[in-house]
């Protein structure tokens, strides 16, 4: 009866938060706009009523105040999770994610740890412009110490919020918006999934396949795993066999499942909602050439121009990689 | 069989302050032929930016979905069909 309980990514998180708040007092959330209001993307509705002020705390507009507060409370033994609204604001609270939160653990000779999740909405697609529709995924996976989360399903955003509230490291958190299952912001046919009513944890590291296919690999994350299978769906219509990875987490990152697949089927299509210079594709396709260049016939990237995200709908639907583009990409390496 | 059906129903009871009669199905919790609990969340609707859940009003099966996803509805409108059950 449960299994087929369907629920929204954004009530599965939740779900996940509200069980490690009832089992570890230690536990506890706080942003902006994350009591009264629940958060602006839905992260902590109806928490408050459960947990109260004390455990769901709205917070004043400083990022560094707050971010820094939760590496505090963190290095004393509680468990924050502390939201970044939207992901583009991290610049006002670098120090404290870069070289605080990211690095205490190894500064203090690992007298400390960090035990926090920070908790942060990605992406694009509605027109909010080029200051509140990045993914930065990149960013945040480059700099040593911090581990990185992207869920795409309902099923999987539990699990690893589980394991991200439960890991003694420091992890970033990222959901992205259109995923999210929102009123206002419709989610498309994939992250609503069944959801089981009890815990479960899905490890770090761990890539999962969303599709098997023979012909090409396409190694994806968070949105971009629906569109990816969209083109495998109409490609399948073709002939031609799609593998979608789903990578899930970038720290750590399963290189094995990336490289296995690409050794089987020879041929690379990275697809990232994240700028393309110097990330994630740039990393998915290096790691193949490391490991594996002998069985690489053919590779493309699909990702966001190395350009502000526009405003305007149709220029923003331009620049963000698209059902035909990746479409495009894998007959380009057929 | 029909009159022995609970209908599930989007009758704004959730606020005494509704200016707008209609509103749009948001999500659906639970699918057709699924056995629900009275109480729990079966759908979302938002009416006039808000978004508020539908509960099941009876324990049993979800025989019908009137108005899918998307769909609009009027308060008082019947979303879906119940047949009592334990």
Redesign the interface.
């Known amino acids: 009866m449960t299994v087929d309980r369907e629920l929204t990514m954004s009530r599965a998180i939740v779900e996940a938060i509200g069980s490690e708040m009832r089992e570890n007092e230690e536990v506890f959330y706080m942003g902006e706009d994350v009591a009264d209001y629940g958060g602006i993307f839905d992260s902590t509705q109806g928490l408050l009523e459960e947990f109260g002020y004390d455990r769901i705390m709205d917070v004043p507009i400083s990022e560094t105040a707050y971010l820094g507060a939760a590496v505090g409370a963190a290095q004393q033994g509680m468990r924050p999770i502390a939201e970044l609204m939207f992901v583009d604001f991290f610049g006002v609270a670098m120090d404290q994610i870069y070289n605080q939160m990211a690095k205490n653990t190894y500064m203090s000779g690992g007298s400390v740890s960090v035990p926090m999740v920070m908790t942060t909405a990605v992406g694009g697609t509605y027109s909010d412009a080029a200051q509140h529709s990045q993914t930065l995924y990149g960013t945040f996976a480059h700099l040593p110490g911090m581990k990185v989360v992207v869920p795409s399903t309902a099923y999987d955003a539990k699990g690893l919020m589980h394991n991200a509230i439960r890991d003694d490291d420091p992890v970033v958190y990222m959901y992205h918006k259109r995923l999210m299952g929102l009123g206002w912001l419709p989610a498309p046919p994939g992250p609503k999934t069944p959801v089981p009513e009890e815990d479960y944890t899905i490890p770090f590291g761990r890539a999962d396949v969303k599709r098997e296919g023979a012909d090409v690999t396409v190694v994806t994350l968070g949105l971009h795993v629906h569109r990816a299978l969209d083109a495998a769906e109409s490609l399948a219509a073709d002939g031609v066999d799609v593998e979608v990875i789903d990578l899930r987490t970038l720290v750590p990152l399963d290189r094995e499942t990336v490289v296995e697949s690409v050794r089987k089927t020879g041929r690379l299509v990275v697809v990232d909602e994240d700028y393309r210079s110097f990330g994630l594709s740039g990393e998915i396709v290096s790691t193949v050439a490391d490991e594996a260049l002998d069985s690489l016939a053919a590779v493309e990237r699909v990702a966001m121009p190395d350009v502000p995200i526009p405003y305007a709908r149709e220029l923003e639907g331009e620049v963000l990689p698209g059902t035909d583009d990746i479409e495009a990409a894998v007959r380009n390496v057929r | 069989m029909s009159e022995d059906r609970v209908p599930v129903v989007a009758d704004g009871a959730w606020t005494d302050d509704v200016d707008e009669e209609e509103g ?1 199905v ?6 057709e032929g ?2 629900v609990t009275a109480g729990e969340s079966l759908c ?1 609707v ?1 009416v006039e ?1 808000v ?1 508020v859940d539908i509960a099941a009003p009876t324990d049993g099966e979800l025989v019908e979905i009137v108005r899918d996803e ?1 769909a609009e509805f009027t308060i008082g409108d019947t979303l879906a069909w119940i047949e009592p059950g334990e």
């Open positions: 749009v948001v999500n659906w919790f639970a699918k699924r056995r979302e938002q930016k978004s998307n």
